[in-house]
């Protein structure tokens, strides 16, 4: 398994203040409206963001999570910290932030060649992670793939604009500890129908061809999974949609649980 990169310590980023009372009396609401996830500034310190998800996750979800996210920079990703602190029972992510614009807003057909290939290569990186997740069996962290999880700019210890994944989510998922379900390989239709979206948004069809060559190798490896059991029918569906979608240049959803790629 790989080994997780050293992250910033909690003092690194707020200081000797106490995170407790931040939690409890500074925090600033943001305009941030996300679907489950409230966003908030901290009165004092405005380079400092602490992202919330209300209700009480699952057991020992922070620990999991957090390695999941650890793993992200040995994959090249170049994400914000993840740093979660817990609170009666909640979890509160305290992290940087960044100054600088969502791909949603960037990703068009004018965007220039240096941040088309900037796209492709942190896709290839997201899509490797998925694919060396469930081969090497550590969880991966959830909901990071999508123009609107990222942004491009710096923080205020960088010294460059960057490609950022922002989204700091407190969902994980192991796909090797599902290696008979369809858990994996309907993940793959997510990827896949990422690469035609974003190719759509950039105005280019099959431009992310290093994601589509990671993705190649994450769809062949679901297929060296399959003994043609009865059992496997689902997960070869799966895998031939993803196929699909790839080469026809459709979207294909299928389900609306947040927590899949």
């Known amino acids: 398994m790989r080994t997780p990169e050293s992250v910033p310590t909690l003092t690194d980023l707020i200081g000797d203040a106490s995170i407790l009372e931040i939690i409890e009396d500074r925090l600033l609401p ?19 963001v602490i992202r919330h998800t209300p209700g009480e996750p699952e057991p020992s979800i922070r620990d999991v999570v957090a390695t999941a996210f650890s793993q992200l920079p040995e994959h090249g990703i170049v994400a914000l910290p993840y740093l979660p602190v817990e609170h009666q029972g909640e979890i509160y992510v305290v992290t940087r932030k960044v100054h600088g614009v969502s791909l949603e807003q960037m990703a068009t057909p004018d965007a220039s060649d240096s941040l088309v290939r900037g796209i492709d290569s942190q896709w290839a990186n997201m899509f490797a992670y998925v694919r060396d997740g469930r081969a090497e069996g550590f969880a991966c962290a959830g909901e990071i793939i999508g123009l609107g999880q990222h942004m491009y700019g710096r923080t205020s210890v960088d010294t460059s604009d960057r490609i950022r994944l922002v989204d700091l989510g407190q969902s994980a998922i192991n796909y090797a500890e599902y290696p008979g379900s369809a858990e994996y390989e309907r993940a793959l239709i997510r990827l896949a129908s990422e690469v035609v979206e ?9 431009q992310l061809r290093l994601s589509r060559a990671v993705l190649d190798q994450a769809i062949d490896l679901g297929e ?3 003994g043609g059991r009865k059992s496997e029918e ?16 459709v979207t294909l959803d299928p389900d ?4 899949f790629f």
């Open 30 to 48: 943001s305009d941030y409206e996300g679907a489950m996830t409230r966003k908030y500034f901290v009165d004092g310190l405005p380079e400092v």
């Open 198 to 206: 974003v190719e759509s948004a950039l105005g280019r069809p099959d």
């Open 224 to 226: 060296r999974s399959l």
């Open 234 to 249: 689902l997960r070869r569906i799966f895998i031939d949609a993803a196929k699909y979608v790839l080469a026809e240049r």
């Open 256 to 259: 609306d649980d947040e927590n």
